[in-house]
């Protein structure tokens, strides 16, 4: 079982509301990712971190906004959420092998509702 | 447009066919991996194959790479009801950073019992 978990795992909020998705891991990775995923759809980055203090936007546009204050914790915050915002959030992490392999482990995923 | 891209979208066959999935890819690559998911849950990796492999093996999973076609096969060998999954593959690009993987749209493969 993987070391990296996500909270709430389902949330259902009205529109307009503030939410953050937490998501901290215990294998003291120094990557983080997050991934938005919409039902039998791809994954798409929409935020990663290379270590404390470090934060980058993926290739996806995205309203929100992310963390990394600890190494272990990286969460994601919707300042008012919007229908549009539905989807899947996937968290990951990484450490790069001493071969240069990126190999990520996955949270279980927080499934977003917003009427 | 999206690195990975899954053959078929869909697969159905019965416990002990072999399924097989495809992925191709447009820009050289560093390593491809392959990854699977339960139905709501996170991907789980399965395997990696280098960009100067050919082919690798693990357990009743077998997995290719062909550079010139910049192409990925996924092979599953007697199959089982719980390898119904989702099954997704993922490129880190040689030429910009290692540490962003790009997943293709997955092949949902149904084990029927």
């Known amino acids: 079982e993987a070391d990296i978990y996500q909270t709430p795992r389902y949330l259902v909020i009205g529109t307009g509301k503030k939410i953050t998705l937490e998501c901290s891991q215990t294998?003291?990775?120094?990557?983080m990712y997050w991934y938005q995923q919409d039902p039998g759809m791809e994954l798409h980055l929409i935020h990663y971190s290379y270590g404390v203090n470090s934060t980058e936007k993926g290739d996806l546009s995205s309203e929100s906004t992310v963390s990394r204050i600890r190494t272990e914790h990286f969460p994601l915050t919707l300042e008012s959420a919007r229908p549009s915002h539905t989807s899947q959030y996937l968290c990951a992490s990484s450490l790069l092998s001493v071969s240069g392999a990126n190999v990520l482990t996955f949270g279980a995923g927080s499934r977003l509702t917003v009427l | 447009s999206q690195q990975g891209e899954e053959d078929p979208q869909a697969l159905s066959i019965q416990e002990g066919e072999n399924a097989t999935m495809n992925c191709s890819y447009k820009t050289s690559i560093n390593n491809l991996q392959w990854y699977r998911q339960n139905s709501g849950r996170g991907l789980v990796h399965l395997i990696l194959i280098r960009s100067n492999e050919r082919e690798k093996h693990s357990g009743r999973l077998r997995v290719t790479l062909d550079t010139s076609k910049k192409s990925s096969s996924l092979l599953i060998t007697a199959s089982r009801a719980t390898d119904t999954a989702s099954y997704f593959c993922a490129t880190a690009s040689s030429g910009g950073s290692n540490y962003k993987l790009t997943f293709g749209k997955g092949t949902l493969l149904t084990v029927n019992p």
């Open positions: 294998m003291g990775h120094d990557k």
